[in-house]
């Protein structure tokens, strides 16, 4: 199995979060994160040495400490937010609950991967692909535009995770490139193409493994996992 075409970039983000008070000035931080303990808190150790300022930090579901963001409103002891995904930015963007970043640090990030209005930046990325069964398909085999999944010839071949965050932020990119309309239209074309559905992106590409599909909407990564 391989991974073909790289789609769109998502990523984990960080945002500051405003009316917390006294920050970097009490020498504390308060940090909620929708990303993994084992993942980021290297980077939190690595940032209290370098600086002395001391992190504290929440775990749990970006989507739910978003809404906990959202709820706590002007009294929300935190000062950073760093987001699984963008859509809990664009919901915290549009409560206002976001801050102007410093320019030196928006400087440091490409415009393609920061808010317009400096209220976040993109600390890593994650290509979405279709990978597929090298023993069913070759490379040429495959269409040059997600767009193209949606001919008949497909039909009972693709697998896709419909309730994951990261599959659901693909369909936002596309119907804010693409419309509402043309990205419907490709949804229920995809839809009559009779796609089984996998609860996450690890299954999808177990399945193409297995043989059970031989394509599949996933973020590169989990190619790695298996
Ligand atoms: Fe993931």
């Not at 391989?2 to 500051?16: E, F, H, N, Q, V």
């Not at 279709?130 to 010839?153: G, H, K, M, Q, W």
């Not at 996998?198 to 599909?213: H, M, R, S």
Request: proline share 5%.
């Amino acid at each position: 199995m391989r991974m073909a075409r790289g789609l769109a970039l998502a990523g984990a983000l960080l945002a500051l979060a405003p009316g917390c008070g006294d920050g970097a000035d009490g020498g504390s931080l308060t940090v909620y994160s929708g990303r993994e303990q084992e993942i980021v808190e290297p980077l939190f150790e690595r940032f209290q040495e370098a600086t002395g300022i001391e992190i504290e930090v929440r775990y749990g579901e970006s989507a739910e400490l978003a809404a906990t963001i959202a709820e706590e409103g002007g009294n929300s002891p935190a000062d950073v937010f760093f987001a699984q995904d963008a859509g809990t930015l664009g919901f915290l963007a549009a409560e206002g609950r976001l801050t102007r970043l410093p320019q030196a640090l928006l400087d440091r990030v490409q415009r393609p991967y920061r808010d317009p209005g400096g209220r976040w930046v993109g600390t890593s990325g994650r290509a979405r692909v279709v990978a597929y069964n090298t023993e069913e398909l070759s490379e040429a085999d495959l269409p040059d535009s997600i767009l193209d999944f949606a001919d008949p010839r497909w039909k009972g071949k693709i697998g896709l995770p419909p309730t994951n965050a990261s599959f659901q932020a693909f369909v936002t990119a596309m119907r804010l490139t693409l419309g509402e309309g043309r990205t419907r239209e490709w949804l229920d074309a995809i839809k009559r193409n009779e796609p089984k559905f996998y609860e996450k992106n690890l299954p999808v590409v177990e399945a193409i493994a297995a043989g059970e599909v031989e394509v599949g909407f996933v973020n590169h990564y989990y190619l790695y996992l298996l």
